[in-house]
């Protein structure tokens, strides 16, 4: 029992070691680039890493998810004839929740254990501990380049998603249930708002820098040699998607206030 009690505290210490850390090294990320102290060569290849090499899982998730949508709700609007309010409610589904939420999922599960793995081992095999001796810091080495290419680039997939969602969503309703191209293009017009797109690229850059800083964070806090790799590219992509949830809440809490202006006809 002694033993239980000693590893269950010892476990919920090192999660408060770990959680501090992260909020230390988002502060740091943070006045570094206030002073501008930028790896330019590190950014560019981390962000051809995040935008390009992801683009083809996120165009994927997000065709699917637009058409599975679409075979949910335009079933049910047909009933009660409502129709032409199908392309609207998709896209704004889309816009505000399901492209923003769903491609930062698909990032942390690729993108951000890539960061806990990449830089854990570099913990382990103390390749940190040579950046130090070579006056480099890690953070301007490693960790910013890493932050301003999430929220650079999970933006631009975000909007691809979006396009892609939506025209998935074109592609069901036309070929299953006769609803026009031209009626779901125009049923999307009246729904969306300017702000719509503005809360998604929001939301997205958000996403971006938790996941960055979270996948960075538990890679630099990594012990144990090849296990604690293991186990650190696991939990991080698990914060990482608890972390997006909870950030989702709250952003709409401040993004989504008030009454809607979606018009039907």
């Not at 996120?58 to 199908?86: K, N």
């Not at 290419?149 to 892609?164: D, E, G, H, R, W």
């Not at 909870?246 to 809490?253: H, K, V």
Request: charged share 10%; proline share 2%.
């Amino acid at each position: 029992m002694k033993r239980q009690k000693k590893l269950t505290n010892e476990g919920l210490e090192g999660w408060i070691r770990r959680i501090n850390a992260t909020l230390l090294l988002a502060g740091q990320v943070i006045w570094h680039l206030l002073q501008g102290r930028i790896h330019k060569r590190n950014t560019i290849d981390q962000m051809l890493m995040v935008g390009p090499g992801s683009l083809s899982l996120s165009l994927v998730t997000a065709v699917f998810v637009g058409m599975v949508f679409t075979i949910q709700v335009a079933r049910e609007f047909i009933y009660f004839g409502a129709s032409s309010a199908v392309g609207g409610v998709l896209s704004i589904s889309l816009t505000r929740e399901l492209a923003p939420v769903l491609t930062a999922l698909v990032i942390a599960g690729r993108v951000g254990s890539a960061f806990a793995a990449e830089i854990g081992t570099m913990r382990v095999t103390e390749q940190i501990d040579a950046l130090y001796i070579l006056r480099s810091d890690p953070v301007d080495y490693l960790v910013t380049p890493r932050v301003l290419a999430c929220m650079t680039m999970l933006p631009v997939l975000t909007l691809f998603s979006l396009i892609t969602g939506l025209a998935g969503g074109i592609l069901i309703a036309d070929s299953l249930y006769n609803i026009s191209p031209t009626m779901f293009i125009k049923s999307s017009r009246n729904f969306l708002q300017v702000w719509d797109i503005i809360s998604a690229i929001i939301k997205s850059a958000t996403f971006g820098a938790l996941l960055a800083v979270i996948g960075c964070s538990w890679g630099l806090t990594t012990t144990g040699g090849a296990k604690g790799v293991g186990q650190s590219t696991t939990t991080a992509v698990v914060i990482s998607t608890l972390a997006i949830f909870a950030a989702n809440f709250f952003l709409d809490l401040i993004l989504f206030r008030g009454t809607g202006q979606a018009s039907i006809g």
